[in-house]
């Protein structure tokens, strides 16, 4: 079973950044796709950012430019470095890990709040 551990959320105030962090089981890492997706009470999952096993990243309009997704297949981990944060972008941030087979692993999740 793929097992994937998030870390790095916080509290910020508006402006500032954060970087998150998700180790991915060995076994899987180098052949799925990750990605982080966000989720506030009352609201769907949402998609927020996506890199494939080759680095091709993809990201949802409303953090473009803002948010960048990297992977380091060596270490088997997935990072989120989120900068100008907005108020907006406070949620539950989770990891998520697609095997080429279609199975969803995700992690439990990390809380990121953001202040005005």
């Known amino acids: 079973q793929v097992q994937l551990v998030e870390s790095g959320g916080g509290s910020v105030q508006a402006g500032g950044s954060l970087r998150l962090s998700c180790a991915a089981s060995r076994s899987v890492f180098g052949i799925s796709r990750m990605g982080w997706y966000r989720q506030t009470p009352g609201k769907q999952r949402e998609l927020v950012a996506t890199i494939t096993t080759y680095g091709s990243t993809n990201y949802t309009d409303s953090v473009e430019g803002r948010f960048t997704i990297s992977r380091d297949n060596a270490k088997n981990t997935v990072s989120l470095q989120m900068n100008y944060l907005k108020p907006e972008d406070t949620a539950v941030y989770y990891c998520?890990?697609?095997?080429?087979?279609?199975?969803?692993?995700w992690g439990q999740g990390t809380q990121v709040t953001v202040s005005s």
């Open positions: 998520n890990a697609l095997a080429p087979w279609g199975d969803n692993a």
